[in-house]
């Protein structure tokens, strides 16, 4: 790799990209808040109004999207790399056929979606595959509802991939800022005038969800008009106009996408089939209260992919064992003061009707810490070699997480979905995680040391001979979007010129 000397011009630049990355952290953080206090109102506007056993199904029903994040079946890749490796994303050929794929892929999707919401509804299936987490009055045209509006929304997704490719990753964070006072408006209005909807709340946060959807569509739309106008004319002209190719993705993200849902989001549907209401909505008031923490530590924990990004390719060997230390004492400090301040939260949202005992706290510390600890050795995975080692991993977790959730409740109750999944995140992530990281860092360090290395910081950060102190550290400030819009930039060429080739190739047949 060739780098510059001691002068400027040729080192990366240390403050766009970081701000970039600071700014989406931050804006996520506030949001979250935002959301994190609204939706404490909001829960107690539901229990005090509706009862535990609607707060219960509520928290049941509002998993699917947690459920089905592969839903897009990996077309996001397809839209994000086309638009950032565009030079021209308002009259590029390329992306206007991205997107039409991405359209036709996820109308399809969208469209099994509602067939099987309408399946499932018609034949009655709802409360054998929900449990006893659903009312008797509407619970189960409730889940239907919710499981068309997220289908039907599917397609509007494709404007959050623009932006995400348009580098506008912090304008997509700060439009779910309308979700949660949306929710408290309309559960709010519907307190005020006695609107019997206590068995459809969890659809009217469907609905507030399409919002942000349709927000970023038409955010989209104007940033790469007239782009979106002409692919959706263009999406039903399947012969006359095709797209591009949907295959190609990276097989261990999508089983990754596939697995971890199944093995960390699974805990109401087996306190829903296992206990009862009462355990549910425990569990759901845990999980809405320390999920503040969890959002935090995962925006701060994102931030690090880029670090670790920038050293592989500058050839620096960074250890992510001191980040993972105070990680782990942030996220169990963190955990414990959430736990302390609980009962006075637990008491003010439900109004006394729901109280979480000393397992659901401990083990909701215990995963938070875990949670956090994964996160800076998660990232410094983010290479082919550490996603393709993490799936297995994750693979076993499924039927570990469950088996130990399934056995904990029975000792436990509503606190063992958290023993179980903090026990499999510990086995199935962190430990091996940590054995790949250590091998991996002294293979690095044995590569470095033959090609000239001659220092290592005392922070586990090895530096190679001949390169000055500034250009070190414009390396290490070096992020992801540098690193992305590169190869981004190569694999479009050569798609498009293959695409050449291929019309060539046509005019000489002809």
Avoid at 380 to 389: A, P
Avoid at 479 to 491: C, G, K, N, P, S
Wanted: proline share 5%; glycine share 10%; with cysteine.
């Amino acid at each position: 790799m060739t780098r510059g000397t001691t002068g400027s011009a040729g080192r990366p630049r240390r403050g766009g990209a970081m701000a970039a990355v600071g700014s989406t952290a931050a804006t996520k953080v506030i949001v979250m808040g935002l959301s994190g206090v609204l939706g404490i109102i909001t829960s107690r506007m539901i229990i005090q109004n509706f009862g535990t056993d609607a707060y219960a199904q509520y928290g049941l029903l509002s998993t699917f999207p947690t459920l089905l994040p592969f839903a897009d079946l990996g077309i996001a890749a397809i839209v994000i790399n086309a638009v950032a490796g565009s030079s021209s994303v308002r009259t590029d050929d390329f992306v206007k056929r991205s997107i039409v794929t991405a359209f036709r892929v996820l109308l399809v999707s969208g469209g099994i979606m509602v067939a099987v919401a309408l399946l499932i509804t018609l034949a009655g299936w709802w409360p054998v595959l929900l449990g006893e987490g659903l009312l008797p009055d509407g619970g189960s045209l409730a889940a239907g509802l919710c499981l068309a509006v997220f289908g039907l929304v599917i397609p509007l997704t494709v404007g959050q991939r623009i932006l995400v490719g348009l580098k506008k990753t912090s304008t997509q964070v700060a439009s779910q800022a309308v979700v949660a006072p949306f929710m408290l408006l309309a559960i709010g209005s519907a307190v005020m005038f006695s609107v019997p909807v206590g068995s459809y709340l969890a659809v009217i946060s469907y609905v507030a969800n399409s919002l942000v959807s349709v927000i970023c569509l038409i955010v989209a739309a104007r940033a790469l008009s007239p782009q979106i106008g002409s692919a959706v004319k263009l999406v039903p002209r399947v012969r006359s106009y095709r797209g591009v190719p949907a295959l190609g993705l990276a097989w261990p993200m999508l089983v990754q996408m596939i697995a971890l849902p199944v093995a960390m989001q699974t805990g109401r549907l087996l306190l829903s089939h296992l206990a009862g209401p009462d355990e549910l909505a425990q569990y759901n008031l845990a999980s809405q209260l320390f999920g503040i923490v969890l959002q935090t530590v995962a925006a701060a924990g994102i931030a690090l992919w880029p670090v670790y990004a920038a050293a592989r390719t500058a050839g620096r060997v960074e250890s992510p064992t001191v980040p993972t230390l105070w990680f782990l004492l942030g996220g169990l400090v963190l955990g414990t003061a959430l736990a302390v301040l609980s009962p006075f939260l637990a008491r003010f949202v439900s109004g006394g009707a729901i109280t979480l005992d000393g397992w659901m706290l401990v083990g909701f510390v215990v995963f938070v810490g875990l949670q956090a600890a994964k996160y800076p050795v998660g990232m410094y995975m983010t290479d082919k070699t550490g996603l393709v080692f993490q799936v297995l991993p994750i693979v076993l977790m499924v039927p570990l997480n469950l088996g130990l959730s399934w056995w904990f409740i029975g000792l436990v109750g509503a606190a063992g979905p958290v023993l179980g999944s903090a026990v499999s995140v510990a086995l199935c992530q962190l430990v091996p995680n940590l054995w790949y990281v250590s091998r991996d860092l002294g293979r690095r360090r044995a590569e470095a040391a033959a090609d000239g290395v001659v220092d290592e910081s005392a922070d586990g950060t090895t530096a190679a001979a001949g390169l000055d102190v500034d250009e070190q550290r414009g390396d290490e400030t070096a992020t992801d979007q540098a690193i992305a819009e590169r190869a981004v930039a190569e694999r479009a060429a050569d798609e498009r010129a293959r695409d050449g080739r291929t019309g060539d190739d046509e005019k000489e047949a002809r």
